[in-house]
């Protein structure tokens, strides 16, 4: 069993955007049709996604370019 997947992380919005190349305001547009994870508010003005929401997202681009509806 792979000890990592169990493991949350967040980042913060350079972070996902190093991984998704989108602007911040259309990763918020995505956000708010539902179709990229949500992000999580830690208090005050901060804000951070969990990795692996966004890896999963990823992957799930991924296997849609592949032809996999997943």
């Known amino acids: 069993m792979d000890n990592t997947a169990s493991v949350k992380k967040f980042i913060v919005l350079p972070q996902v955007q190093e991984q998704v190349p989108y602007s911040a305001s259309h990763i918020w547009r995505l956000e708010k049709s539902g179709k990229f994870p949500n992000r999580i508010r830690l208090g005050g003005n901060r804000v951070a996604w969990l990795q692996s929401e966004v890896d999963s997202w990823i992957e799930s ?10």
């Open 61 to 70: 681009k991924l296997a849609s370019r592949n032809g996999n509806t997943n």
